[in-house]
């Protein structure tokens, strides 16, 4: 959890910060589309490859090299922050932000005593949630009444607290008692794991609702800065997006109880749809922030659900590799998205962008609505 807290803190810092760098540069929100879509490529090519190194019992090691490449990366943004630095940088950003999710929630379902999977992975997703809202909230009080916070300071902040994160990701251990590993056999095929029931509707959802949660963070500054907010302004409806993240995965077990993964899903990402519509609304600000809040967490609720229902149905041999289709996935979306809603802002502005994401979301409602497994 510690860990989690200072990885999500750092790429927030980070990302936030090169939202705002790109303003710096005179980019246009195209640009910015591009460089939000570079954390996806590596990503993509690594992802599987990632998984099947992680399910033969490398998952320390793996979070170990994440999180090193994370602080490679964080020291690029503060020497070379350039159009061509932004976008390397933000590349080797994703690589090592997946290497180390993926090994995160790996371990936190290592431990095989029973209901422990939930709990788990519901104290990690409250620790990612922390992160989340820590980062915004230090680049509100860095910013002030700035429209544009000193972003060389940020960086080199990013930098040094990902020291912090590599110290505390050497840490990392297996926990709990483990299900005895069976003797070798060959690799269940990606084919066979994508066949398993509700999978695939899983990971276009999941694509959905990670690309919503990780725009957000970029196109609200950008946002804010064409509607002439102040820095400390939209770092607080940040935070409050964050907070309300941190609560929902706090119930997030006692309303998947009553609900069921399938229909918490449904009822959740339903409700970010609406809400990411009202954000391109012209609101005043004590009307957008409860908004923001129930896009926090309603998205919460979704992403916590995909993970949990991804890893329930994997067995604990494949785990690595399902996480890792869920995660190539999401990069996908991460890489196409930005980009399509980036032509879609140069056209119109970055609250058309928000529409789009609204637009994505109510589209998953409607998969999940025709396609739910009976089992759930």
């Known amino acids: 959890m510690t860990t989690a807290v200072l990885e999500q803190t750092v790429v927030t810092i980070v990302r936030v910060t090169t939202s705002y760098r790109a303003v710096e540069l005179g980019l246009s929100v195209l640009w910015l589309g591009v460089i939000t879509a570079a954390i996806a490529v590596l990503p993509l090519l690594f992802a599987v490859k990632v998984g099947r190194y992680i399910d ?7 979070a170990w090299m994440g999180a090193g490449l994370l602080c490679f990366a964080c020291g690029g943004f503060a020497l070379w922050s350039s159009l061509a630095g932004l976008l ?20 936190c379902a290592t431990d095989m005593t029973p209901g422990a999977l939930e709990r788990n992975i519901g104290n990690y997703m409250v620790a ?3 992160g989340q809202g820590l980062g915004p909230y230090i680049v509100g009080y860095v910013g002030g009444d700035a429209s544009v916070p000193p972003t060389q300071w940020l960086f080199g902040a990013g930098f040094v607290a990902s020291f912090i994160m590599f110290a ?8 709990g008692p483990r299900k005895p590993k069976a003797e070798k056999s060959a690799p269940m095929p990606l084919r066979d794991i994508l066949s398993l029931p509700g999978i695939r509707v899983m990971l276009f959802v999941g694509i959905t609702v990670v690309s919503a949660q990780d725009l ?12 002439g907010m102040a820095v400390e302004v939209v770092g607080w409806l940040l935070v409050a997006r964050a907070v309300a993240s941190v609560l929902s995965r706090f119930l997030f077990a006692r309303l998947y109880q009553m609900m069921g993964h399938w229909r918490l899903m449904m009822v959740s990402v339903l409700a970010s749809a609406m809400s990411y519509a009202a954000i391109a609304l012209p609101l005043p600000v004590p009307l957008l922030l409860p908004v923001v809040a129930v896009a926090g967490f309603a998205l919460g609720i979704a992403i916590t659900a995909t993970i949990a229902a991804l890893l329930n149905l994997a067995t604990p041999e494949t785990r690595g590799v399902a996480n890792s289709l869920r995660i190539t996935g999401n990069r996908a979306g991460q890489l196409v998205i930005p980009f399509s809603v980036g032509l879609v802002a140069a056209a119109t502005s970055a609250a058309g962008i928000f ?3 609204g ?3 109510a589209v998953s409602t409607a998969v999940m609505a025709m396609q739910r497994p009976k089992q759930t």
């Open 168 to 175: 505390a990701a050497l840490f990392l251990q297996l926990g």
């Open 88 to 107: 390397v940088f933000t590349a080797l950003l994703g690589l090592g932000h997946l290497m180390l999710v993926i090994s995160q929630q790996i371990l």
């Open 56 to 62: 033969q019992g490398n998952e320390t090691r793996t």
């Open 355 to 357: 529409v789009i994401i």
């Open 216 to 227: 957000i963070v970029v196109y609200l500054p950008f946002l804010g800065a064409e509607r």
């Open 128 to 130: 990612n949630a922390i």
């Open 359 to 361: 637009a994505s979301l």
